[in-house]
């Protein structure tokens, strides 16, 4: 399965106020990165690196400005970029109360539909009334859960879906994120990959991708990240990890959708691009 990729000359497409549609983001946003870029910023750890636009980095703010910056229960934010054959937690701009409204069902609001045939991925389990999960797992209540496109999207090539998974129930949790790893999930959140026979890019090529940001004014000298995970280190955050991980895996069949998928440190969220 594949996403067609096309042209579009910018005369030939109004650009609106508001969030934009995908025909917009091809003309007048064109993407700074490439899916193997993206792979390498998440393999290594730097999640800032994933960015928005800078032109619509300003269009998103200007709308936000307008409109609630209260998260009401969204806690949690997985971030899922997926490229169709072939997917990432972002900017919430619409109002906290039209998300609510979402909690297990399917998104009716973003202009960025998703490809994802809903029949061709797992359900989600229904909540107990009287139990509350700890912990976000892969098989989440329905009730407790919201996947959502992101109406503003990384600088990503069209043919990659950037898809919000918001939870109320906590990610990082004692029972999941063992004490030895906690400051380093802290400041590099959790991330993985399904959907790819080949390793995803090694860290050790994240040079050669940083001319794509700079725009940004992001170099090696200006990456805040942890050094290199000891094996031990390595399985205990792949624990960490699990149960998003075989979430993503339930729900975007490794068949037809290679992902990557993060969830930002918790003391960075929201951090970038609300202010």
């Excluded at 709308?63 to 997917?87: C, D, M, P, W």
């Excluded at 609510?100 to 609001?109: N, S, V």
């Excluded at 990082?172 to 400051?183: M, N, R």
Aim: charged fraction near 20%; include cysteine.
């Amino acid at each position: 399965m594949t996403i067609s990729q096309v042209i579009l000359n910018p005369k030939d497409v109004p650009l609106r106020k508001g969030p934009p549609t995908r025909d917009e983001l091809v003309a007048h946003y064109p993407a700074n990165f490439t899916w193997t870029q993206l792979k390498t910023f998440v393999n290594s750890g730097y999640l800032h690196a994933l960015v928005i636009p800078t032109v619509l980095t300003h269009a998103a703010l200007l709308v936000t400005s307008g409109s609630s910056k209260e998260t009401g229960n969204f806690k949690y934010a997985i971030s899922t970029g997926h490229q169709e054959s072939r997917l990432n937690t972002g900017l919430l701009v619409r109002q906290a109360n039209e998300l609510a409204a979402a909690w297990g069902k399917p998104d009716t609001l973003s202009l960025l539909t998703s490809s994802l045939d809903e029949g061709d991925s797992q359900p989600q389990s229904t909540a107990s009334p009287d139990v509350v999960p700890k912990y976000f797992t892969r098989n989440p209540p329905r009730e407790y859960v919201s996947i959502i496109q992101n109406d503003w999207p990384y600088s990503i090539p069209p043919e990659i879906e950037h898809t919000l998974i918001w939870t109320s129930l906590p990610i990082y949790h004692e029972d999941l994120v063992h004490e030895s790893i906690s400051a380093r999930v802290k400041q590099d959140g959790l991330w993985g990959f399904t959907g790819d026979t080949s390793p995803p890019p090694s860290p050790s090529t994240l040079p050669q991708c940083l001319p794509a940001l700079a725009d940004w004014g992001i170099t090696m000298d200006t990456l805040i990240r942890s050094n290199q995970p000891t094996p031990e280190e390595a399985e205990l955050l792949r624990r960490a990890g699990e149960e998003i991980h075989e979430f993503i895996r339930n729900r975007w069949n490794e068949s037809n959708w290679e992902t990557a998928w993060f969830v930002n440190p918790p003391l960075a969220l929201f951090y970038t691009y609300i202010v």
